[in-house]
T-cell receptor
């Protein structure tokens, strides 16, 4: 089945730093999505990005479908960026999502 | 518009006890899902439904049953709870033909089985 691998598993940074999170996937990309799970467990949609680049404020994402990876960039990190970031793919036609293991980001003041 | 709600938010069960988790959505979505999240992991699909009266197995269905008698509700049942079912359970819903970006998640139910 589809494998979604994320790196690094953990990342600890000071406020104001920039970070890059990576997602590799084993099959052709279908409906790739980045989620943020905040420290209270809430899941928040960040980007739907099966290909190309999108930006939303301090966050941006790029997916290179031909090379089967996606990157999430966070600039000028804030403590509210802390949490776990998940890369998720959909098994097309099966209504099923495959989650990566996540990257736990901790931003210290 | 409350979105996706889950009841209860927390529960502690003893091994062998049964319980039902309720998921409700007020967006008239066709598709509903139950996931579990274990520590340090992403979500895994337990069961899902593509419409009222239908259910299907996901990735980890063993030990769980589901029912979708009403379009707005999706129930997850544990007939005989086991410590391996200690997890956080998330419900989600989405409309037909939409992308996963438009999948809405509930706040989660934290279940502990002792």
């Amino acid at each position: 089945g589809i494998q979604v691998e994320q790196s690094p598993p953990d990342l600890i940074l000071q406020e104001g730093a920039n970070s890059t999170l990576r997602c590799n996937f084993s099959d052709s990309v279908n409906n790739l999505q980045w989620f943020h799970q905040n420290p209270w467990g809430q899941l928040i949609n960040l980007f739907y990005i099966p290909s190309g680049t999108k930006q939303n404020g301090r966050l941006s994402a790029t997916t290179v479908a031909t090379e089967r990876y996606s990157l999430l960039y966070i600039s000028s990190s804030q403590t509210t960026d802390s949490g776990v970031y998940f890369c998720v793919q959909e098994i097309q036609g099966a209504q099923k999502l495959v989650f990566g293991q996540g990257t736990r980001l901790t931003i210290n003041p | 518009n409350a979105g996706v709600t889950q009841t209860p938010k927390f529960r502690v069960l003893k091994t062998g006890q049964s319980m039902t988790l309720l998921c409700a959505q007020d967006m008239n979505h066709e598709y509903m899902y139950w996931y579990r999240q274990d520590p340090g992991m992403g979500l895994r699909l337990i069961h899902y439904s593509v419409g009222e009266g239908t259910t299907a197995k996901g990735e980890v269905p063993d030990g769980y049953n589901v029912s979708r008698l009403k379009k707005q509700n999706f129930l997850l049942g544990l007939e005989s709870a086991a410590p391996s079912q200690t997890s956080v359970y998330f419900c989600a819903s989405r409309e037909t033909g939409t992308t996963i970006y438009e999948q809405y998640f509930g706040p989660g139910t934290r279940l502990t089985v002792t």
